[in-house]
Protein backbone atom coordinates (compact mmCIF):
# COMPACT_ATOMS: atom_id res chain seq x y z
CA UNK A 1 0.00 0.00 0.00
CA UNK A 2 1.50 3.21 -0.59
CA UNK A 3 1.39 5.74 1.64
CA UNK A 4 -0.29 8.92 0.05
CA UNK A 5 -2.22 7.42 -2.46
CA UNK A 6 -4.03 3.71 -3.49
CA UNK A 7 -2.97 3.99 -7.28
CA UNK A 8 0.83 3.48 -8.05
CA UNK A 9 2.02 5.45 -11.04
CA UNK A 10 6.03 4.49 -11.16
CA UNK A 11 6.05 6.96 -14.29
CA UNK A 12 4.07 10.69 -14.75
CA UNK A 13 1.10 10.42 -16.94
CA UNK A 14 2.08 13.06 -19.73
CA UNK A 15 0.06 16.00 -20.35
CA UNK A 16 0.48 15.46 -24.09
CA UNK A 17 -2.47 12.08 -23.90
CA UNK A 18 -4.98 15.07 -22.42
CA UNK A 19 -5.05 16.50 -25.15
CA UNK A 20 -5.15 13.66 -27.57
CA UNK A 21 -1.78 13.77 -29.57
CA UNK A 22 1.24 11.21 -28.65
CA UNK A 23 4.77 11.58 -29.28
CA UNK A 24 4.46 9.40 -31.78
CA UNK A 25 1.39 10.40 -34.00
CA UNK A 26 2.93 13.58 -33.50
CA UNK A 27 6.15 12.22 -35.41
CA UNK A 28 4.08 10.58 -38.42
CA UNK A 29 2.50 13.89 -39.14
CA UNK A 30 5.27 15.43 -39.21
CA UNK A 31 7.00 13.02 -41.45
CA UNK A 32 4.33 12.68 -43.75
CA UNK A 33 4.44 16.50 -43.92
CA UNK A 34 8.24 16.23 -44.79
CA UNK A 35 7.48 13.76 -46.78
CA UNK A 36 4.82 15.57 -48.96
CA UNK A 37 7.05 18.83 -48.88
CA UNK A 38 10.19 17.18 -50.30
CA UNK A 39 7.92 15.71 -52.99
CA UNK A 40 6.26 19.04 -53.90
CA UNK A 41 9.45 20.33 -54.43
CA UNK A 42 10.44 17.86 -56.77
CA UNK A 43 7.49 17.33 -58.63
CA UNK A 44 7.71 20.74 -59.52
CA UNK A 45 11.75 20.68 -60.38
CA UNK A 46 10.27 17.72 -62.54
CA UNK A 47 8.14 19.34 -64.21
CA UNK A 48 10.51 22.01 -65.33
CA UNK A 49 12.54 19.52 -66.49
CA UNK A 50 10.06 17.64 -68.43
CA UNK A 51 9.14 20.51 -70.01
CA UNK A 52 12.22 21.71 -71.44
CA UNK A 53 12.88 18.37 -72.64
CA UNK A 54 9.29 18.00 -74.50
CA UNK A 55 10.52 21.72 -75.76
CA UNK A 56 13.77 20.48 -77.33
CA UNK A 57 12.64 16.88 -78.37
CA UNK A 58 9.94 18.84 -80.62
CA UNK A 59 12.17 21.49 -81.66
CA UNK A 60 15.01 19.03 -82.97
CA UNK A 61 11.68 16.79 -84.44
CA UNK A 62 10.39 19.91 -86.06
CA UNK A 63 13.83 20.34 -87.26
CA UNK A 64 13.58 17.04 -88.67
CA UNK A 65 10.37 17.36 -89.98
CA UNK A 66 11.45 20.54 -92.19
CA UNK A 67 14.83 18.93 -93.39
CA UNK A 68 12.88 15.89 -94.97
CA UNK A 69 9.92 17.47 -96.26
CA UNK A 70 12.64 20.23 -97.81
CA UNK A 71 14.48 17.50 -99.11
CA UNK A 72 11.32 15.99 -100.66
CA UNK A 73 9.66 19.03 -102.34
CA UNK A 74 13.24 19.86 -103.78
CA UNK A 75 13.38 16.63 -105.42
CA UNK A 76 9.90 17.23 -107.04
CA UNK A 77 10.89 21.10 -108.19
CA UNK A 78 14.03 19.90 -109.42
CA UNK A 79 12.47 18.11 -112.09
CA UNK A 80 9.42 20.60 -112.96
CA UNK A 81 11.81 23.18 -113.12
CA UNK A 82 14.32 21.14 -115.97
CA UNK A 83 11.02 20.18 -118.11
CA UNK A 84 10.79 22.19 -121.29
CA UNK A 85 6.97 23.30 -120.54
CA UNK A 86 8.10 25.12 -117.32
CA UNK A 87 9.15 28.08 -119.74
CA UNK A 88 6.25 27.90 -121.56
CA UNK A 89 4.10 28.65 -118.85
CA UNK A 90 2.28 31.52 -117.10
CA UNK A 91 2.48 32.46 -113.40
CA UNK A 92 -0.34 31.26 -112.81
CA UNK A 93 -0.19 27.89 -114.63
CA UNK A 94 3.29 27.23 -112.61
CA UNK A 95 1.58 28.00 -109.83
CA UNK A 96 -0.71 25.32 -110.47
CA UNK A 97 1.47 22.95 -111.32
CA UNK A 98 3.78 23.43 -108.26
CA UNK A 99 0.68 23.00 -105.99
CA UNK A 100 -0.24 19.81 -108.10
CA UNK A 101 3.05 18.42 -107.50
CA UNK A 102 3.29 19.72 -103.49
CA UNK A 103 -0.16 18.92 -102.13
CA UNK A 104 0.18 15.02 -102.48
CA UNK A 105 3.95 15.19 -100.72
CA UNK A 106 2.02 17.55 -98.04
CA UNK A 107 -0.53 15.31 -97.37
CA UNK A 108 1.61 12.23 -97.04
CA UNK A 109 3.56 14.28 -94.19
CA UNK A 110 0.37 15.08 -92.93
CA UNK A 111 -0.82 12.15 -92.46
CA UNK A 112 2.65 10.88 -91.23
CA UNK A 113 2.90 13.62 -88.28
CA UNK A 114 -0.77 14.84 -87.60
CA UNK A 115 0.01 16.81 -84.72
CA UNK A 116 2.59 19.17 -87.01
CA UNK A 117 1.55 22.08 -89.65
CA UNK A 118 3.26 21.82 -92.68
CA UNK A 119 3.45 24.16 -95.65
CA UNK A 120 5.11 25.69 -99.02
CA UNK A 121 4.98 29.67 -99.49
CA UNK A 122 6.44 31.90 -102.25
CA UNK A 123 6.56 35.60 -101.39
CA UNK A 124 7.69 36.18 -104.75
CA UNK A 125 4.93 33.81 -106.37
CA UNK A 126 2.03 34.59 -103.95
CA UNK A 127 1.67 30.77 -103.64
CA UNK A 128 0.78 29.36 -100.30
CA UNK A 129 -0.18 25.87 -99.94
CA UNK A 130 -0.71 24.29 -96.39
CA UNK A 131 -2.88 21.62 -94.45
CA UNK A 132 -4.03 24.52 -92.32
CA UNK A 133 -4.35 27.19 -94.25
CA UNK A 134 -6.41 29.26 -91.31
CA UNK A 135 -3.70 28.48 -88.97
CA UNK A 136 -0.83 28.97 -91.22
CA UNK A 137 2.10 31.90 -89.94
CA UNK A 138 2.84 34.95 -91.58
CA UNK A 139 6.24 35.29 -91.33
CA UNK A 140 6.48 38.53 -91.36
CA UNK A 141 9.87 40.52 -92.40
CA UNK A 142 10.82 37.20 -94.40
CA UNK A 143 12.52 38.23 -97.98
CA UNK A 144 13.43 35.68 -100.77
CA UNK A 145 16.81 34.38 -100.40
CA UNK A 146 18.83 31.98 -102.59
CA UNK A 147 20.62 30.95 -99.17
CA UNK A 148 19.72 27.69 -97.79
CA UNK A 149 19.08 27.94 -93.63
CA UNK A 150 16.86 27.07 -91.14
CA UNK A 151 14.97 29.94 -89.08
CA UNK A 152 13.05 29.94 -85.94
CA UNK A 153 9.90 31.67 -85.29
CA UNK A 154 7.70 31.66 -81.92
CA UNK A 155 4.50 33.75 -81.82
CA UNK A 156 0.57 33.74 -81.17
CA UNK A 157 -1.48 32.35 -83.81
CA UNK A 158 -5.10 34.40 -84.28
CA UNK A 159 -6.55 31.45 -81.69
CA UNK A 160 -4.21 32.74 -79.11
CA UNK A 161 -1.94 29.80 -78.99
CA UNK A 162 1.60 30.02 -78.34
CA UNK A 163 3.53 28.52 -81.48
CA UNK A 164 7.01 27.46 -83.00
CA UNK A 165 7.74 27.30 -86.78
CA UNK A 166 10.78 26.14 -88.85
CA UNK A 167 11.06 28.10 -92.29
CA UNK A 168 13.44 26.85 -94.81
CA UNK A 169 14.51 28.24 -98.18
CA UNK A 170 13.93 26.61 -101.36
CA UNK A 171 17.25 26.99 -103.53
CA UNK A 172 16.81 25.71 -107.10
CA UNK A 173 19.22 26.65 -110.06
CA UNK A 174 20.59 29.39 -107.49
CA UNK A 175 17.44 30.89 -107.76
CA UNK A 176 14.79 30.74 -104.38
CA UNK A 177 11.91 28.55 -105.24
CA UNK A 178 9.94 29.58 -102.12
CA UNK A 179 9.71 27.78 -98.58
CA UNK A 180 9.14 25.31 -96.48
CA UNK A 181 7.64 25.08 -92.92
CA UNK A 182 6.53 23.38 -90.37
CA UNK A 183 4.66 24.29 -87.38
CA UNK A 184 3.76 22.90 -83.80
CA UNK A 185 1.59 24.50 -81.83
CA UNK A 186 2.89 24.54 -77.84
CA UNK A 187 -0.33 23.54 -76.11
CA UNK A 188 0.25 20.22 -77.77
CA UNK A 189 3.77 20.10 -75.56
CA UNK A 190 2.05 21.35 -72.78
CA UNK A 191 -0.46 18.64 -72.94
CA UNK A 192 1.78 15.74 -73.43
CA UNK A 193 4.19 17.02 -70.58
CA UNK A 194 1.19 17.20 -68.64
CA UNK A 195 0.33 13.56 -69.21
CA UNK A 196 3.49 12.12 -68.81
CA UNK A 197 3.94 14.15 -64.82
CA UNK A 198 0.14 12.79 -64.68
CA UNK A 199 1.29 9.47 -65.36
CA UNK A 200 4.28 9.81 -63.11
CA UNK A 201 2.55 12.32 -60.22
CA UNK A 202 -0.19 8.95 -59.75
CA UNK A 203 2.52 6.66 -59.51
CA UNK A 204 4.42 8.51 -57.02
CA UNK A 205 1.49 9.31 -54.75
CA UNK A 206 0.61 5.77 -54.54
CA UNK A 207 4.28 5.31 -53.81
CA UNK A 208 3.69 8.04 -51.32
CA UNK A 209 0.52 6.19 -49.83
CA UNK A 210 2.25 3.17 -49.40
CA UNK A 211 5.52 4.34 -47.96
CA UNK A 212 3.16 6.38 -45.15
CA UNK A 213 1.38 3.39 -44.54
CA UNK A 214 4.50 1.41 -44.07
CA UNK A 215 5.39 4.04 -41.61
CA UNK A 216 2.46 3.93 -39.91
CA UNK A 217 2.65 0.35 -39.19
CA UNK A 218 6.18 0.58 -38.26
CA UNK A 219 5.39 2.84 -36.05
CA UNK A 220 2.11 0.96 -34.51
CA UNK A 221 4.55 -1.71 -34.00
CA UNK A 222 6.89 0.71 -32.08
CA UNK A 223 3.94 1.70 -30.11
CA UNK A 224 3.03 -1.97 -29.35
CA UNK A 225 6.37 -2.66 -28.72
CA UNK A 226 7.01 0.38 -26.28
CA UNK A 227 3.72 -0.41 -24.36
CA UNK A 228 4.71 -4.00 -23.55
CA UNK A 229 8.18 -1.79 -22.49
CA UNK A 230 6.10 -0.13 -19.86
CA UNK A 231 4.38 -3.38 -18.86
CA UNK A 232 7.74 -5.01 -18.22
CA UNK A 233 8.70 -2.00 -16.25
CA UNK A 234 5.92 -2.00 -13.78
CA UNK A 235 5.93 -5.93 -13.36
CA UNK A 236 7.48 -8.31 -11.24
CA UNK A 237 10.48 -10.87 -12.42
CA UNK A 238 8.50 -13.27 -12.72
CA UNK A 239 5.90 -11.81 -15.22
CA UNK A 240 8.06 -9.86 -17.25
CA UNK A 241 8.46 -10.40 -20.93
CA UNK A 242 11.59 -10.73 -22.64
CA UNK A 243 10.55 -11.05 -26.14
CA UNK A 244 9.66 -7.53 -25.55
CA UNK A 245 12.88 -6.30 -24.38
CA UNK A 246 14.00 -8.43 -27.64
CA UNK A 247 12.19 -6.30 -30.11
CA UNK A 248 13.68 -3.00 -28.23
CA UNK A 249 17.30 -3.90 -27.26
CA UNK A 250 18.28 0.32 -27.47
CA UNK A 251 15.91 0.41 -24.62
CA UNK A 252 17.54 -2.01 -22.48
CA UNK A 253 20.10 0.37 -20.69
CA UNK A 254 17.04 2.13 -19.78
CA UNK A 255 14.91 -0.20 -18.66
CA UNK A 256 17.88 -0.99 -16.01
CA UNK A 257 18.22 2.37 -14.94
CA UNK A 258 14.41 2.75 -14.32
CA UNK A 259 14.13 -0.81 -12.54
CA UNK A 260 17.07 0.21 -10.03
CA UNK A 261 15.34 3.23 -9.51
CA UNK A 262 12.27 1.71 -9.20
CA UNK A 263 13.63 -0.62 -6.35
CA UNK A 264 15.48 2.04 -5.09
CA UNK A 265 11.57 4.03 -4.61
CA UNK A 266 10.09 0.33 -3.66
CA UNK A 267 12.58 -0.16 -0.83
CA UNK A 268 12.27 3.61 0.28
CA UNK A 269 8.48 3.54 0.27
CA UNK A 270 8.25 -0.13 2.64
CA UNK A 271 11.55 1.76 4.76
CA UNK A 272 8.87 4.61 5.06
CA UNK A 273 5.86 2.53 5.79
CA UNK A 274 7.68 0.44 8.62
CA UNK A 275 8.63 3.81 10.03
CA UNK A 276 4.93 5.02 10.29
CA UNK A 277 3.76 1.67 11.42
CA UNK A 278 6.34 1.67 13.80
CA UNK A 279 5.29 4.88 15.26
CA UNK A 280 3.23 4.39 18.65
CA UNK A 281 1.33 7.95 17.78
CA UNK A 282 -1.77 6.81 15.57
CA UNK A 283 -1.05 8.60 11.98
CA UNK A 284 -3.64 8.72 8.83
CA UNK A 285 -3.41 10.70 6.26
CA UNK A 286 -6.11 12.47 3.64
CA UNK A 287 -6.56 13.81 0.58
CA UNK A 288 -8.35 17.15 0.04
CA UNK A 289 -11.68 15.69 -0.02
CA UNK A 290 -10.98 13.83 3.61
CA UNK A 291 -10.89 10.65 2.35
CA UNK A 292 -8.71 8.73 3.99
CA UNK A 293 -5.37 7.20 1.86
CA UNK A 294 -3.47 5.46 4.82
CA UNK A 295 -3.56 4.79 8.24
CA UNK A 296 -0.49 2.92 10.75
CA UNK A 297 -1.07 0.29 12.69
CA UNK A 298 -1.20 2.09 15.62
CA UNK A 299 -4.55 2.74 14.35
CA UNK A 300 -6.04 -0.17 12.78
CA UNK A 301 -5.07 -2.13 16.24
CA UNK A 302 -6.67 0.65 17.71
CA UNK A 303 -10.05 0.56 16.23
CA UNK A 304 -10.35 -2.45 14.12
CA UNK A 305 -11.59 -0.87 11.24
CA UNK A 306 -10.55 -0.42 7.40
CA UNK A 307 -9.92 3.46 6.69
CA UNK A 308 -8.37 3.31 3.61
CA UNK A 309 -11.01 4.73 1.13
CA UNK A 310 -13.35 5.71 3.13
CA UNK A 311 -14.40 9.41 4.05
CA UNK A 312 -13.66 10.68 7.19
CA UNK A 313 -17.57 11.65 7.70
CA UNK A 314 -18.09 7.82 8.24
CA UNK A 315 -15.68 6.70 9.80
CA UNK A 316 -14.98 6.10 13.37
CA UNK A 317 -13.40 9.00 13.95
CA UNK A 318 -16.04 11.06 12.99
CA UNK A 319 -17.86 9.45 15.74
CA UNK A 320 -16.18 9.92 18.57
CA UNK A 321 -15.01 13.46 17.27
CA UNK A 322 -17.44 15.46 15.36
CA UNK A 323 -15.39 18.70 15.31
CA UNK A 324 -12.85 17.21 13.98
CA UNK A 325 -14.09 17.36 10.08
CA UNK A 326 -14.36 21.11 10.62
CA UNK A 327 -10.92 22.07 12.11
CA UNK A 328 -9.25 19.41 9.06
CA UNK A 329 -11.57 21.21 6.33
CA UNK A 330 -10.10 24.70 7.99
CA UNK A 331 -6.57 23.35 7.74
CA UNK A 332 -6.79 22.19 4.34
CA UNK A 333 -7.85 26.17 3.53
CA UNK A 334 -5.85 27.84 5.52
CA UNK A 335 -2.81 25.44 4.67
CA UNK A 336 -1.10 25.71 8.31
CA UNK A 337 -0.17 23.08 10.93
CA UNK A 338 -2.36 22.82 13.68
CA UNK A 339 -2.75 21.85 17.03
CA UNK A 340 -5.31 21.05 19.68
CA UNK A 341 -6.38 19.09 22.66
CA UNK A 342 -9.91 17.19 23.44
CA UNK A 343 -11.55 15.39 25.83
CA UNK A 344 -14.10 12.77 25.19
CA UNK A 345 -16.80 12.16 27.59
CA UNK A 346 -15.69 9.17 29.47
CA UNK A 347 -12.89 11.54 30.58
CA UNK A 348 -10.31 10.31 27.63
CA UNK A 349 -7.86 12.63 26.80
CA UNK A 350 -6.59 13.38 22.92
CA UNK A 351 -4.31 15.35 21.45
CA UNK A 352 -4.28 16.24 17.40
CA UNK A 353 -1.49 17.86 15.13
CA UNK A 354 -2.46 17.87 11.99
CA UNK A 355 0.10 19.25 9.00
CA UNK A 356 -0.98 19.99 5.68
CA UNK A 357 0.52 19.33 2.37
CA UNK A 358 0.02 19.61 -1.36
CA UNK A 359 -2.41 16.99 -1.85
CA UNK A 360 -4.21 16.96 1.78
CA UNK A 361 -3.65 16.31 5.32
CA UNK A 362 -1.56 14.19 7.62
CA UNK A 363 -2.70 13.90 11.28
CA UNK A 364 -0.64 12.59 14.70
CA UNK A 365 -2.57 12.10 17.82
CA UNK A 366 -2.02 10.37 20.87
CA UNK A 367 -4.05 9.23 24.10
CA UNK A 368 -3.02 11.45 26.56
CA UNK A 369 -5.27 10.28 29.61
CA UNK A 370 -2.64 8.32 31.43
CA UNK A 371 0.28 11.16 30.62
CA UNK A 372 -1.90 13.71 31.99
CA UNK A 373 -2.99 11.69 34.90
CA UNK A 374 0.80 11.09 36.05
CA UNK A 375 1.63 15.01 35.49
CA UNK A 376 -1.23 16.11 37.30
CA UNK A 377 -0.27 13.56 40.17
CA UNK A 378 4.16 14.66 39.99
CA UNK A 379 2.59 18.30 40.34
CA UNK A 380 0.44 17.34 43.09
CA UNK A 381 3.78 15.42 44.63
CA UNK A 382 5.72 18.49 43.88
CA UNK A 383 3.13 20.50 46.33
CA UNK A 384 3.38 18.26 48.99
CA UNK A 385 7.17 18.14 49.05
CA UNK A 386 6.88 21.72 48.66
CA UNK A 387 4.93 22.28 51.86
CA UNK A 388 6.68 19.97 53.81
CA UNK A 389 10.05 21.85 53.10
CA UNK A 390 9.08 24.80 54.09
CA UNK A 391 7.23 22.66 57.22
CA UNK A 392 10.60 21.17 58.20
CA UNK A 393 12.12 25.05 58.00
CA UNK A 394 9.67 26.52 60.21
CA UNK A 395 8.69 23.95 62.55
CA UNK A 396 11.60 24.38 64.83
CA UNK A 397 10.55 28.33 65.11
CA UNK A 398 7.08 27.42 65.83
CA UNK A 399 7.40 24.41 68.40
CA UNK A 400 10.01 26.13 70.20
CA UNK A 401 7.39 29.01 71.60
CA UNK A 402 4.71 26.38 72.07
CA UNK A 403 7.30 23.92 74.10
CA UNK A 404 7.36 27.05 76.62
CA UNK A 405 3.56 27.89 76.68
CA UNK A 406 3.07 24.51 76.91
CA UNK A 407 5.23 23.88 80.01
CA UNK A 408 3.94 27.42 81.68
CA UNK A 409 0.62 25.71 81.45
CA UNK A 410 1.48 22.27 83.04
CA UNK A 411 3.14 24.73 85.85
CA UNK A 412 -0.19 26.85 86.32
CA UNK A 413 -2.07 23.16 86.48
CA UNK A 414 -0.02 21.64 89.51
CA UNK A 415 -0.18 25.25 91.16
CA UNK A 416 -2.60 25.11 93.77
CA UNK A 417 -3.93 29.24 93.32
CA UNK A 418 -5.55 28.26 89.83
CA UNK A 419 -7.48 25.57 90.61
CA UNK A 420 -9.99 27.33 89.11
CA UNK A 421 -8.29 27.47 85.68
CA UNK A 422 -7.42 23.93 85.48
CA UNK A 423 -10.40 23.18 82.91
CA UNK A 424 -9.37 25.73 80.70
CA UNK A 425 -5.54 24.96 81.00
CA UNK A 426 -6.21 21.27 79.88
CA UNK A 427 -7.87 22.81 76.99
CA UNK A 428 -5.27 25.25 76.02
CA UNK A 429 -2.26 21.95 76.35
CA UNK A 430 -4.55 19.76 74.23
CA UNK A 431 -4.76 22.13 71.60
CA UNK A 432 -0.60 22.63 71.94
CA UNK A 433 -0.56 18.92 71.25
CA UNK A 434 -2.70 19.17 68.65
CA UNK A 435 -0.46 21.81 66.85
CA UNK A 436 2.36 19.77 67.07
CA UNK A 437 0.94 16.63 65.65
CA UNK A 438 -0.21 19.03 62.69
CA UNK A 439 3.04 19.80 62.63
CA UNK A 440 4.69 16.64 62.47
CA UNK A 441 2.68 16.09 60.06
CA UNK A 442 4.12 18.44 57.97
CA UNK A 443 7.48 17.33 58.52
CA UNK A 444 6.67 13.72 57.29
CA UNK A 445 6.53 15.19 53.42
CA UNK A 446 9.66 16.78 54.08
CA UNK A 447 11.63 13.83 55.35
CA UNK A 448 10.75 10.67 54.27
CA UNK A 449 11.43 7.19 56.48
CA UNK A 450 13.62 4.76 55.53
CA UNK A 451 11.44 1.87 56.34
CA UNK A 452 9.71 3.07 52.80
CA UNK A 453 12.84 2.04 50.72
CA UNK A 454 12.69 -1.62 49.45
CA UNK A 455 14.66 -3.62 46.47
CA UNK A 456 14.05 -1.11 43.08
CA UNK A 457 15.52 -1.27 39.97
CA UNK A 458 16.64 1.84 38.64
CA UNK A 459 16.70 1.41 35.36
CA UNK A 460 12.89 0.38 35.60
CA UNK A 461 11.86 3.60 37.39
CA UNK A 462 13.24 5.48 34.55
CA UNK A 463 10.99 3.21 32.15
CA UNK A 464 7.90 4.35 33.47
CA UNK A 465 8.45 7.48 33.55
CA UNK A 466 9.98 8.16 30.30
CA UNK A 467 6.66 8.43 28.27
CA UNK A 468 6.19 11.34 30.19
CA UNK A 469 9.58 13.38 29.67
CA UNK A 470 9.81 11.70 26.43
CA UNK A 471 6.10 13.40 25.50
CA UNK A 472 7.52 16.93 27.27
CA UNK A 473 10.73 16.83 25.19
CA UNK A 474 8.58 16.37 21.80
CA UNK A 475 6.74 19.22 23.07
CA UNK A 476 9.64 21.41 23.18
CA UNK A 477 11.32 19.58 20.12
CA UNK A 478 13.36 17.63 21.63
CA UNK A 479 14.32 14.43 22.59
CA UNK A 480 15.50 11.98 25.42
CA UNK A 481 18.23 8.96 24.68
CA UNK A 482 18.22 5.74 27.32
CA UNK A 483 21.42 4.01 27.55
CA UNK A 484 20.77 1.87 30.75
CA UNK A 485 23.00 -1.03 31.53
CA UNK A 486 22.13 -4.19 33.10
CA UNK A 487 21.95 -2.78 36.99
CA UNK A 488 21.20 -4.68 40.04
CA UNK A 489 18.33 -3.26 42.36
CA UNK A 490 18.94 -1.53 45.78
CA UNK A 491 17.22 -0.21 48.35
CA UNK A 492 15.04 2.59 47.12
CA UNK A 493 12.18 5.05 47.59
CA UNK A 494 10.50 4.93 44.39
CA UNK A 495 8.26 7.93 44.53
CA UNK A 496 11.07 9.79 45.95
CA UNK A 497 13.49 8.51 43.07
CA UNK A 498 10.75 9.60 40.61
CA UNK A 499 10.86 13.05 42.00
CA UNK A 500 14.39 13.20 41.62
CA UNK A 501 14.66 12.15 37.67
CA UNK A 502 11.76 14.87 36.68
CA UNK A 503 13.48 17.35 38.45
CA UNK A 504 16.94 16.92 37.02
CA UNK A 505 15.26 15.68 33.56
CA UNK A 506 13.28 18.75 33.46
CA UNK A 507 15.31 20.84 34.09
CA UNK A 508 17.95 19.75 31.29
CA UNK A 509 15.12 20.09 28.55
CA UNK A 510 14.75 23.69 29.92
CA UNK A 511 18.40 24.04 29.28
CA UNK A 512 18.73 22.48 26.35
CA UNK A 513 18.19 24.44 22.61
CA UNK A 514 15.60 23.10 20.40
CA UNK A 515 16.55 20.18 18.19
CA UNK A 516 18.88 19.02 20.93
CA UNK A 517 19.31 15.39 23.06
CA UNK A 518 19.73 14.72 26.24
CA UNK A 519 21.31 11.42 27.13
CA UNK A 520 20.20 9.40 30.36
CA UNK A 521 22.48 6.35 31.25
CA UNK A 522 22.86 3.33 33.94
CA UNK A 523 25.89 1.63 34.79
CA UNK A 524 28.21 0.21 37.20
CA UNK A 525 30.84 1.47 38.48
CA UNK A 526 33.62 0.69 40.89
CA UNK A 527 31.07 -1.13 43.32
CA UNK A 528 28.45 1.88 43.01
CA UNK A 529 25.24 2.27 40.37
CA UNK A 530 25.84 5.20 38.54
CA UNK A 531 22.46 7.18 37.08
CA UNK A 532 24.38 9.84 34.63
CA UNK A 533 22.02 12.47 33.37
CA UNK A 534 23.38 14.83 30.59
CA UNK A 535 21.64 18.29 29.03
CA UNK A 536 22.86 20.49 25.87
CA UNK A 537 22.34 23.04 27.74
CA UNK A 538 25.03 26.34 28.04
CA UNK A 539 26.48 24.88 31.42
CA UNK A 540 25.59 26.19 34.96
CA UNK A 541 26.41 29.45 36.05
CA UNK A 542 29.21 31.22 38.50
CA UNK A 543 26.45 32.01 40.84
CA UNK A 544 24.73 28.42 40.73
CA UNK A 545 28.42 26.61 41.19
CA UNK A 546 28.89 28.32 44.21
CA UNK A 547 25.35 27.59 45.92
CA UNK A 548 24.54 24.79 44.98
CA UNK A 549 22.04 22.69 45.99
CA UNK A 550 21.01 26.28 48.29
CA UNK A 551 16.97 26.24 48.87
CA UNK A 552 15.46 29.03 46.82
CA UNK A 553 18.09 29.75 44.67
CA UNK A 554 16.72 29.47 41.28
CA UNK A 555 17.91 31.12 37.72
CA UNK A 556 14.31 30.48 36.73
CA UNK A 557 11.59 33.46 36.02
CA UNK A 558 8.93 31.76 37.50
CA UNK A 559 11.30 28.74 39.66
CA UNK A 560 11.19 28.46 43.52
CA UNK A 561 14.70 27.39 44.06
CA UNK A 562 13.59 24.16 45.87
CA UNK A 563 13.80 21.71 43.17
CA UNK A 564 17.32 20.90 43.95
CA UNK A 565 17.12 20.97 47.25
CA UNK A 566 14.84 18.67 47.75
CA UNK A 567 16.60 16.68 45.20
CA UNK A 568 19.82 16.66 47.13
CA UNK A 569 17.75 15.64 50.42
CA UNK A 570 15.82 12.68 49.09
CA UNK A 571 20.15 11.55 47.62
CA UNK A 572 21.20 11.98 50.86
CA UNK A 573 18.48 9.72 52.42
CA UNK A 574 19.26 7.36 49.65
CA UNK A 575 23.12 7.10 50.98
CA UNK A 576 23.80 8.95 47.07
CA UNK A 577 25.99 11.34 45.92
CA UNK A 578 26.06 13.63 43.59
CA UNK A 579 28.39 15.35 41.43
CA UNK A 580 28.66 17.31 38.18
CA UNK A 581 30.61 18.41 35.43
CA UNK A 582 29.56 22.12 33.52
CA UNK A 583 30.68 23.88 30.16
CA UNK A 584 29.37 25.51 27.07
CA UNK A 585 28.26 21.93 25.78
CA UNK A 586 26.25 21.04 28.52
CA UNK A 587 26.04 19.67 31.82
CA UNK A 588 26.55 16.10 33.31
CA UNK A 589 25.12 14.93 36.59
CA UNK A 590 26.96 12.01 38.07
CA UNK A 591 24.87 10.20 40.88
CA UNK A 592 26.43 7.03 42.58
CA UNK A 593 24.62 4.63 44.71
CA UNK A 594 26.26 2.54 47.23
CA UNK A 595 25.22 -1.30 45.58
CA UNK A 596 25.55 -3.10 49.64
CA UNK A 597 22.95 -2.43 52.07
CA UNK A 598 25.09 -1.75 54.63
CA UNK A 599 26.79 1.38 52.94
CA UNK A 600 23.19 2.64 51.73
CA UNK A 601 22.34 2.29 55.73
CA UNK A 602 25.85 4.69 56.56
CA UNK A 603 25.48 8.62 56.76
CA UNK A 604 25.26 9.67 53.66
CA UNK A 605 27.82 12.55 51.98
CA UNK A 606 27.09 14.97 49.26
CA UNK A 607 29.92 16.18 47.08
Given amino acids: ????????????????????????????????????????????????????????????????????????????????????????????????????????????????????????INFDTGLRISNDIANDPSFPGVRPSPEEFLMEYNYTDSSANKCIANLLALNIENQNAGYVWAKLNSAYIFYHTQLNLAVLLGSSILLLILILLLIRRLISQIKGELVAFSQNITSNENQRNEFAMDKLPELAPVFRQIQDHSVS??????????????????????????????????????FEEEFVGRNFRGSVFHDL???????????????????????????????????PFSQGISVFFRDTTAINRQARELICLERLNLIGQMAAGISHEVRNPMTTVKGFLQIFFVNPTCQELQEDITLMISEIDRANAIINDFLSLAKASTQNHELRNINQIIERIFPLVRADAYNS??????????????????????????????????????????????????????????????GLCQKVRDSFGTPFLTTKEN?????????????????????????????????????????QKEEPQTD
Avoid at 29 to 57: G, T
Avoid at 59 to 66: D, G, P
Avoid at 326 to 355: C, G, H, M
Fill in 559 to 599: GTGLGLAISIGILNRHNATIKYDTGEKGTTFYIRFALSNEE
Fill in 1 to 120: MNIFTQKRNLLPVNPRKAKGTSIVESALVKVSLVVFFIFIFLYMFMYNSYWNREMYQKKLELSNITFNLHQTISKELDQFYDSDHYRDLTLEEKNREISVLISPVLDEYTQKYPTINLGY
Fill in 477 to 538: NKDIDLKLSEVPEILLNESEIKQVLLNFIRNGLEASPPGASMEISTYLEENTLVLEIKDAGH
Fill in 321 to 355: FPELETILQSTVQNNKPLFWETTLPDNREFEFNAY
Fill in 265 to 302: LRNLHDELLTIMDGISDGFFSLDSDLNFRFVNDTIKKT
